[in-house]
């Protein structure tokens, strides 16, 4: 039997374990390859994400309270996500906004299973004003870099309309 002083001896060191283990978490998005990968295979798109899409979707993709997360795990689903229970979704106001501008029980997008598919999603739907200048150059350098850094693999000159309908997500 174990000892008041050594069981909290041992207590005390399994929980520094899990607190050393919580901060050597990898973090949510890109992993650190994938982003180095990305910057160095699309610098053009990872300049256009660093200046125009960090801000609201994090330095690696991993989403913030107000965007959702577009490069890592569960980045960049099939079908959005029932906004409704989403915990990156809490504004009352953009959450009526969603459900007014589309019929009942339609999603908020059609599904993502290309880089086509991204590209024409980003091509309609620019929510920040600094998207609004954006030319079909720049979004098709945004999806290269995105699909990069989520792990997938694209061809030597990127995605371009010639290929993206043949890239899945």
């Known amino acids: 039997m174990l000892s008041r002083s050594m069981s909290l001896l041992v207590f005390g060191g399994a929980l520094l374990g899990a607190f050393a283990s919580a901060c050597n978490s990898t973090p949510a998005g890109a992993s650190d390859a994938a982003l180095a990968k990305a910057k160095d295979q699309a610098s053009t798109g990872a300049s256009l994400f660093a200046g125009r899409c960090a801000s609201c979707h994090g330095e690696r993709g991993e989403g913030k309270a107000y965007a959702p997360a577009i490069i890592g795990g569960g980045a960049l689903p099939v079908y959005p996500r029932d906004n409704s229970s989403s915990p990156t979704t809490t504004d009352p106001v953009q959450l009526q906004m969603q459900a007014q501008s589309r019929p009942p029980g339609a999603p908020s997008r059609g599904p993502f299973h290309t880089a086509q598919d991204l590209f024409d999603y980003l091509s309609k739907h620019k929510p920040d004003q600094s998207l609004q200048t954006l030319t079909p150059p720049d979004v098709w ?15 030597a000159g990127g995605v371009t309309p010639e290929n993206a309908a043949h890239i899945s997500l």
Do not use: D, S
């Not at 350098?141 to 061809?155: K, N, Y």
């Open 141 to 155: 350098a945004l999806v290269t870099f995105v699909l990069i850094a989520h792990g997938r693999e694209v061809p």
